[in-house]
């Protein structure tokens, strides 16, 4: 439900057909950059099936979309990309923020899928509630200083590419 996998073949200029070559579809999301008001960073600690292990990495979440599929092309989107990275920030946090900023939206694995990833700046963020997660979700909260994050980095510790890129953005902006 949650992924479209697509087995396709390709024609190269020069007459060559490179098959099967494998591709899927998810829902687009966001990345939440947050900081509280004494300039920690906000982070989760979700289980991540594909390392089969607990990462550390900023609030994101999946755009809903009206058309009731996980998946395809943008126009189903039913929420604009900022209410979702508010929500999401809200839900998996229990944080909000009244200063928002857009940085980049980025393919987010152009070789073999065609969803992308938007990556927000939430400054200022201030504990409103309790964490709100969906079924699926296991996450605990932790906050960091911007040098135990590059640490994080650094050591391997902070694994999502998409995170890292929203990281490296937000320190120059």
């Known amino acids: 439900r949650y992924i479209d996998f697509r087995k396709s073949a390709y024609r190269y200029p020069n007459g060559n057909v490179y ?6 579809s998810r829902r687009d999301y966001v990345v939440i950059v947050a900081s509280d008001e004494d300039g920690n960073y906000i982070c989760v600690r979700p289980f ?4 089969k292990q607990v990462t550390t990495e900023f609030p994101a979440g999946g755009i809903e979309r009206s058309d009731g599929k ?3 092309d943008r126009e189903g989107a039913a929420e604009k990309v900022i ?3 508010k929500r999401e920030l809200l839900e ?3 944080y909000e923020s009244d200063e928002w900023k857009h940085l980049m939206t980025i393919p987010a694995n152009a070789t073999i899928s065609d969803n992308y ?3 927000f700046v939430a400054r200022n963020c201030r504990k409103t509630s309790a964490q709100h997660l969906d079924e699926t979700e296991c996450l605990v909260v932790e ?3 911007a040098d135990e994050i590059e640490e994080l980095i650094r050591s391997g510790r902070f694994q999502q590419a998409i995170h890292v890129l929203a990281w490296l953005l937000a320190k120059y902006n």
């Open 117 to 119: 990833a938007s990556i």
């Open 83 to 85: 209410e979702t990275a």
């Open 19 to 24: 098959e099967p070559f494998y591709s899927f």
């Open 143 to 145: 906050k960091f200083s």
């Open 70 to 72: 996980e998946y395809g």
């Open 48 to 51: 991540r099936h594909g390392l």
């Open 92 to 94: 998996e946090t229990g």
